[in-house]
T-cell receptor
Framework: AQSVTQLDSHVSVSEGTPVLLRCNYS??????LFWYVQHPNKGLQLLLK??????LVKGINGFEAEFKKSETSFHLTKPSAHMSDAAEYFC????????????FGAGTRLFVKA | NAGVTQTPKFQVLKTGQSMTLQCAQD?????MSWYRQDPGMGLRLIHY???????DQGEVPNGYNVSRSTTEDFPLRLLSAAPSQTSVYFC?????????????FGSGTQLSVL
């Protein structure tokens, strides 16, 4: 069965320090994995996606994520947080099952302190 | 470049009232979908469409109807609103609806049912 677990509901970092948002998934097929960001009162915007090419995926605004099949993880990182990174982040797994099925994680809210 | 446009942005209904949430996209996307976002639960799929005249149910379809008469529009109808339908609703689209495509999201409709 397909599922996605974001291990932290809230993460708080200081500006200029690294960001780590954790995501574990399960899938019966070779999935595509995504990270989306949602700023307050806005729609979701794609940060990056993994589709079975390079396991280290670079996205927008300095974010990257590494697909680790052995650990079934797809953690999102950024070397240095900026105040504008404060938002909610969603890990998403999508797999081809006849049609296709997309599952969203519950989200991780990132707080960035000055 | 409008992308995905949702109206209204906010709506308050009384229990039992009906209404339609509008969604339009100008990217000639075949795939369109409706999600609801509730705290701590990520986004859940209500209904989706893979082209004009074709719709199907998602994870939480009860109490909602959709139709797709044109490629551009995908309205969501609440037939008899209930307090449990208080949520934020997002419309999303993608080009062909394959599992590894990114979704384009509207800015959301915040619905309160009293």
């Amino acid at each position: 069965a397909q599922s996605v677990t974001q291990l932290d509901s809230h993460v708080s970092v200081s500006e200029g320090t690294p960001v780590l948002l954790r995501c574990n998934y399960s899938s019966s097929y070779s999935p595509s994995l995504f990270w989306y960001v949602q700023h307050p009162n806005k729609g979701l915007q794609l940060l990056l996606k993994y589709t079975s090419a390079a396991t280290l995926v670079k996205g927008i605004n300095g974010f990257e994520a590494e697909f680790k099949k052995s650990e079934t993880s797809f953690h999102l990182t950024k070397p240095s947080a900026h105040m504008s990174d404060a938002a909610e982040y969603f890990c998403v797994v999508s797999e081809r099952t006849g049609g296709f099925k997309t599952i969203f994680g519950a989200g991780t809210r990132l707080f960035v302190k000055a | 470049n409008a992308g995905v446009t949702q109206t209204p942005k906010f709506q308050v209904l009384k229990t039992g009232q009906s209404m339609t949430l509008q969604c339009a996209q100008d990217m000639n996307h075949e795939y369109m979908s409706w999600y609801r976002q509730d705290p701590g639960m990520g986004l859940r799929l209500i209904h989706y469409s893979v082209g004009a005249g074709i719709t199907d149910q998602g994870e939480v379809p009860n109490g909602y109807n959709v139709s797709r008469s044109t490629t551009e529009d995908f309205p969501l109808r609440l037939l008899s609103a209930a307090p449990s339908q208080t949520s934020v609703y997002f419309c999303a689209s993608s080009s062909t609806g394959t599992y590894n495509e990114k979704l384009f999201f509207g800015s959301g409709t915040q619905l309160s049912v009293l």
